[in-house]
């Protein structure tokens, strides 16, 4: 697939800052639980964090694809600076883009742009994760402002963001699909704090946090967009987002496969390299089929979007098929190393433990799926 010139040169631009400043720390940010708070900074000097969106908010003025080829760069050497990458990119800063008026983008998008703060989205709770409809955080009106009680789980980017995208029933007497608004919760905000920060299998460098709100009470300038429109801002934000994690899982897969392919060439058994032996082979072309087919969703999927084109279809083909086939592609690496791959003297256990929650964030494989399926049988 060809890209344009401008995308090439972003490619090329990421490559090289990746290769200088995230591949030798990847291992240690996974082994410490180090979050990449350096590298953002670094990150936001080129522009990074607000690739996609307008330079008068003080984005790069790029698109979706451009954003999808610098998650995917940076996830083939760390899938946890990706996704902090992401998640503040299309959580954090695209619903205020996209649903905030004009005050709510010119107050947070210069801060969310520079990598002054970063920014999250807080959805899921104890008991609603993939029936997002079923929230429990209620935000009620109090002497004109709104007063949100409840507790957020799982949040990536969620104990390290100033403004964190909030989901809360609004009217429990509503149908429960109108039910929702989203608020603009500032860290500072009194009645905000933070939870537990969870320990995970992978993308140990990222930050997955809990978020509580007791009495935690907003102006009703934090409401984003209209009131009742919650649950359908959620919805569009994750259309969206699934691009960002199928270019991450892409990424992932890429990485695994670029180092099983170098060890292929290098490792002797029986006499000669075991890329020599037709099994291994046989492996790396699946490997590098899958990764191709995967790349062709994720690009399709940014252009229909940077297009105005419908891509809720394809963005949840391009997620499902990417995260399931990063799974399958760094499982083959490990399988490559033999015994090597499953010790962390070779990253390739890394890139497995990273790739599973590609299958399971902003939508489960199993809502992929349903989501898949509900868009075919319209057609
Ligand atoms: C590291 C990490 C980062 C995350 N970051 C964020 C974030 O930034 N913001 C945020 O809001 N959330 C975030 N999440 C939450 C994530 O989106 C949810 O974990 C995910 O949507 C699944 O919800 P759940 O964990 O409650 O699982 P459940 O919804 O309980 O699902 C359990 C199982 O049941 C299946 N299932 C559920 N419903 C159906 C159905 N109708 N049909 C078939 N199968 C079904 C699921 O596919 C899954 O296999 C994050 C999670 C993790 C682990």
Not at 56 to 79: K, L, N, P, Q
Not at 184 to 189: P, W
Request: proline letters at 4%.
């Amino acid at each position: 697939m060809e890209l344009s010139q401008e995308h090439r040169m972003l490619q090329d631009m990421v490559r090289q800052f990746v290769a200088a400043e995230v591949e030798p720390v990847a291992a240690q940010l996974d082994e410490e639980e180090k979050f990449p708070a350096e590298i953002l900074q670094k990150m936001s000097e080129l522009g990074l964090l607000g690739i996609p969106f307008p330079e008068e908010y003080g984005g790069a003025g790029m698109d979706t694809t451009a954003f999808a080829i610098a998650v995917e760069e940076v996830a083939r050497s760390c899938a946890s600076t990706a996704i902090t990458l992401c998640a503040h990119i299309s959580l954090g800063a695209y619903p205020i883009y996209t649903f905030g008026n004009e005050e709510q983008k010119n107050k947070y998008l210069p801060g969310l742009c520079s990598g002054e703060f970063l920014g999250a989205f807080g959805l899921t709770e104890p008991d609603a994760g993939s029936d997002a409809g079923g929230i429990k955080t209620r935000a009620e009106r109090k002497n004109g402002n709104w007063v949100i009680d409840g507790r957020k789980v799982f949040i990536t980017n969620g104990g390290k963001s100033k403004v964190i995208i909030t989901s809360a029933r609004s009217n429990p007497q509503a149908p429960k699909h109108k039910s929702l608004s989203t608020f603009l919760v500032e860290n500072s905000n009194p009645g905000f704090k933070l939870g537990k920060t969870e320990k995970k299998l992978g993308l140990r460098g990222s930050n997955t946090q809990e978020l509580i709100y007791e009495n935690c009470e907003v102006t009703p300038d934090a409401l984003l967009g209209a009131e009742g429109d919650g649950f359908k801002q959620a919805v569009t934000t994750l259309d969206e987002g699934r691009i960002g994690i199928g270019a991450l899982a892409l990424g992932i897969a890429q990485g695994a496969y670029d180092r099983a392919r170098e060890y292929a060439k290098q490792r002797i058994q029986f006499g000669k390299p075991i890329a020599k032996h037709q099994a291994i082979q046989f492996k790396l072309a699946d490997m590098a089929t899958e990764i191709e087919a995967a790349r062709l969703l994720v690009y399709q999927a940014a252009w229909l979007k940077d297009h105005q084109k419908p891509f809720i279809k394809q963005s949840a083909m391009c997620k499902l098929y990417a995260s399931e086939a990063a799974m399958r592609v760094t499982n083959a690496a490990i399988q490559i190393h033999g015994g090597y791959g499953f010790i962390k003297d070779y990253p390739v256990e890394r890139y497995y433990r990273d790739a599973k929650l590609m299958t399971i964030g902003e939508g489960t494989s199993e809502i992929q799926r349903l989501v898949i399926a509900r868009q075919i049988l319209q057609e």
